[in-house]
């Protein structure tokens, strides 16, 4: 509940240039009327935050980098919003006109803010530069006009009714700070599950431009001319109009955008609780593709030679009865083991189960991992794998951590020294890891980092890699290169083919070792580990 504060005593200088201006006429009692304003600040203060959100969300997705995507948006932002707020000092004359300009640019520059970004990665060429460019752009905008609202808003209630500084101040930042509350909370739990990211920044920025216009064409409108009346409810139904239009379209905009980004033959296109799933081809012999989050994951041109190299080598050598799996939800590296002679158990961990119902339902993805999840010996857990690894109780033959590059900040915890601390400790004797490291050739560092941190959890190591994909132009964002990997155990690995085991369609003993030599030669020395709280990995 907002309480009322005492008047000033007489004499005192009208704070905020109300003396200026006088008291404003209200169409309500002055008590209604601050509790209006009020009301105006929650929900201004929600939307802000949601564009945020949207912003650091929309950016982790399309540039990677999570870390360094948020630090951009919020450290960019903040300085705005000072700007921003020094800036609007010379519009408090004119406060409920300019708080009403105000609203309905935020609405329209954060509304549309996700569709432009997501525009310029589509249709940019694939590169970071564009849409790191256009973020900065777009979090100096919204902190500008996010930073102007609270002078206006100041001069608003003050104007209702005269009161100390520091209580209105008070009010307005509470108001101001539970509405950040709702709409941080309303971001993950109702706009992101119901209505994705392009539709609920349309739907905040309709929000965010009815309660400007509202207050002011509603509370304050006898403090408007005829004439601005007129133009500020203009303006607030073309920004409304073009939301709306922008929400009607945006179905359309996303199959244009996903056809540029993944090319023409787009089968299935899906948002999970956890990433983006897209399968491109695998019908009439065109090739299969697997995406997630916009990274091309699996192609039925070449995956099969990431998958070989992966799993053969670690279930050469000794004993492989039972296989852990740590993502590998497209069912590949499962189908991988489940060829060997010997293997009586996969269990696979992955954290997002619409993947797994895909890799079970879609056929061309069913028949290119051999229907491995109809497979018996086959079970999955729904889990993340560093947690399920802390709680593991059972002991594997072969664990292979089949993850998203350590690159990604998302995945960093799953090339910490913890993690291959936890990985060794599930490992039965004479078992072995084998991790996927990223490329070589395009980021050593990282590579070599990856395997300095599993010899310091333990473990000796035999580092190789493969060559990879040539890049393919109807899949703009895919990259070409090379597959590294790292086998390791409680005693030197032997990096080596079973001549009893299945035999390999892409790889030869001699091959192998010689990429495991020339691995050698790019090795970086004195490399830091990386740990759960000093991650080493950079985007």
């Given at each position: 509940?907002?309480?009322?504060?005492?008047?000033?005593?007489?004499?005192?200088?009208?704070?905020?240039?109300?003396?200026?201006?006088?008291?404003?006429?209200?169409?309500?009692?002055?008590?209604?009327?601050?509790?209006?304003?009020?009301?105006?600040?929650?929900?201004?203060?929600?939307?802000?935050?949601?564009?945020?959100?949207?912003?650091?969300?929309?950016?982790?997705?399309?540039?990677?980098?999570?870390?360094?995507?948020?630090?951009?948006?919020?450290?960019?932002?903040?300085?705005?919003?000072?700007?921003?707020?020094?800036?609007?000092?010379?519009?408090?004359?004119?406060?409920?006109?300019?708080?009403?300009?105000?609203?309905?640019?935020?609405?329209?520059?954060?509304?549309?803010?996700?569709?432009?970004?997501?525009?310029?990665?589509?249709?940019?060429?694939?590169?970071?530069?564009?849409?790191?460019?256009?973020?900065?752009?777009?979090?100096?905008?919204?902190?500008?006009?996010?930073?102007?609202?609270?002078?206006?808003?100041?001069?608003?209630?003050?104007?209702?009714?005269?009161?100390?500084?520091?209580?209105?101040?008070?009010?307005?930042?509470?108001?101001?700070?539970?509405?950040?509350?709702?709409?941080?909370?309303?971001?993950?739990?109702?706009?992101?599950?119901?209505?994705?990211?392009?539709?609920?920044?349309?739907?905040?920025?309709?929000?965010?431009?009815?309660?400007?216009?509202?207050?002011?064409?509603?509370?304050?409108?006898?403090?408007?001319?005829?004439?601005?009346?007129?133009?500020?409810?203009?303006?607030?139904?073309?920004?409304?109009?073009?939301?709306?239009?922008?929400?009607?379209?945006?179905?359309?905009?996303?199959?244009?955008?996903?056809?540029?980004?993944?090319?023409?033959?787009?089968?299935?296109?899906?948002?999970?609780?956890?990433?983006?799933?897209?399968?491109?081809?695998?019908?009439?012999?065109?090739?299969?593709?697997?995406?997630?989050?916009?990274?091309?994951?699996?192609?039925?041109?070449?995956?099969?030679?990431?998958?070989?190299?992966?799993?053969?080598?670690?279930?050469?050598?000794?004993?492989?009865?039972?296989?852990?799996?740590?993502?590998?939800?497209?069912?590949?590296?499962?189908?991988?083991?489940?060829?060997?002679?010997?293997?009586?158990?996969?269990?696979?961990?992955?954290?997002?189960?619409?993947?797994?119902?895909?890799?079970?339902?879609?056929?061309?993805?069913?028949?290119?991992?051999?229907?491995?999840?109809?497979?018996?010996?086959?079970?999955?857990?729904?889990?993340?794998?560093?947690?399920?690894?802390?709680?593991?109780?059972?002991?594997?033959?072969?664990?292979?951590?089949?993850?998203?590059?350590?690159?990604?900040?998302?995945?960093?915890?799953?090339?910490?020294?913890?993690?291959?601390?936890?990985?060794?400790?599930?490992?039965?004797?004479?078992?072995?890891?084998?991790?996927?490291a990223g490329p070589v050739a395009a980021a050593p560092r990282a590579y070599w980092t990856v395997e300095t941190t599993i010899r310091a959890a333990g473990l000796r190591t035999a580092p190789y890699r493969v060559a990879g994909r040539a890049p393919e132009p109807e899949h703009a964002h895919a990259t070409g290169g090379d597959w590294g990997f790292v086998l390791a155990a409680r005693s030197r690995p032997a990096l080596t083919l079973d001549p009893g085991g299945p035999r390999p369609r892409t790889l030869t003993r001699a091959a192998l070792g010689e990429d495991a030599r020339a691995v050698e030669r790019t090795r970086v020395r004195g490399l830091p580990v990386s740990t759960l709280v000093h991650p080493r990995y950079g985007g």
């Amino acid at each position: 509940m907002i309480e009322p504060h005492a008047p000033a005593p007489p004499g005192a200088p009208a704070p905020w240039g109300e003396g200026a201006l006088g008291q404003a006429r209200l169409p309500v009692r002055p008590g209604t009327g601050r509790f209006l304003v009020l009301v105006g600040v929650f929900v201004c203060a929600a939307c802000g935050l949601v564009y945020e959100l949207e912003l650091v969300a929309l950016a982790s997705y399309l540039i990677g980098d999570s870390v360094t995507q948020a630090s951009i948006v919020l450290s960019v932002m903040v300085f705005a919003m000072g700007i921003g707020s020094l800036a609007a000092k010379r519009l408090r004359c004119r406060a409920a006109a300019g708080f009403g300009a105000l609203e309905a640019a935020l609405a329209l520059v954060g509304g549309c803010s996700a569709m432009a970004l997501y525009a310029v990665f589509a249709w940019g060429g694939g590169g970071p530069g564009g849409p790191r460019c256009l973020l900065v752009v777009f979090s100096l905008a919204i902190g500008l006009l996010i930073g102007a609202e609270v002078p206006l808003l100041m001069e608003l209630i003050q104007r209702i009714r005269r009161q100390d500084a520091g209580g209105a101040v008070a009010d307005l930042f509470a108001a101001d700070y539970v509405g950040a509350l709702v709409g941080g909370l309303a971001f993950p739990f109702l706009l992101l599950p119901w209505f994705g990211q392009l539709t609920g920044a349309l739907l905040t920025g309709a929000v965010n431009a009815v309660a400007g216009g509202a207050l002011a064409l509603g509370l304050f409108r006898r403090d408007l001319s005829r004439r601005g009346r007129r133009l500020l409810l203009v303006t607030n139904v073309l920004v409304l109009a073009v939301l709306g239009t922008a929400a009607l379209l945006v179905d359309d905009f996303e199959r244009a955008a996903r056809q540029a980004m993944y090319g023409g033959q787009v089968r299935v296109a899906l948002q999970t609780g956890a990433q983006e799933v897209v399968l491109t081809g695998g019908v009439r012999g065109r090739p299969l593709a697997l995406f997630l989050d916009g990274r091309l994951r699996a192609s039925s041109r070449d995956e099969r030679r990431y998958h070989e190299a992966l799993v053969l080598p670690a279930l050469s050598g000794g004993p492989h009865a039972r296989v852990l799996v740590l993502g590998g939800g497209d069912g590949l590296a499962a189908r991988e083991a489940l060829r060997h002679p010997g293997v009586r158990r996969v269990d696979v961990v992955e954290p997002d189960p619409a993947l797994v119902r895909l890799a079970r339902s879609d056929r061309a993805l069913a028949a290119l991992n051999d229907r491995a999840f109809a497979d018996p010996r086959v079970r999955v857990r729904t889990a993340d794998a560093f947690d399920w690894l802390r709680q593991a109780r059972r002991t594997y033959d072969v664990v292979i951590a089949d993850l998203p590059e350590p690159g990604d900040t998302s995945s960093t915890k799953l090339y910490a020294q913890e993690f291959y601390g936890l990985a060794r400790r599930v490992l039965a004797p004479g078992g072995r890891l084998v991790v996927h490291a990223g490329p070589v050739a395009a980021a050593p560092r990282a590579y070599w980092t990856v395997e300095t941190t599993i010899r310091a959890a333990g473990l000796r190591t035999a580092p190789y890699r493969v060559a990879g994909r040539a890049p393919e132009p109807e899949h703009a964002h895919a990259t070409g290169g090379d597959w590294g990997f790292v086998l390791a155990a409680r005693s030197r690995p032997a990096l080596t083919l079973d001549p009893g085991g299945p035999r390999p369609r892409t790889l030869t003993r001699a091959a192998l070792g010689e990429d495991a030599r020339a691995v050698e030669r790019t090795r970086v020395r004195g490399l830091p580990v990386s740990t759960l709280v000093h991650p080493r990995y950079g985007g």
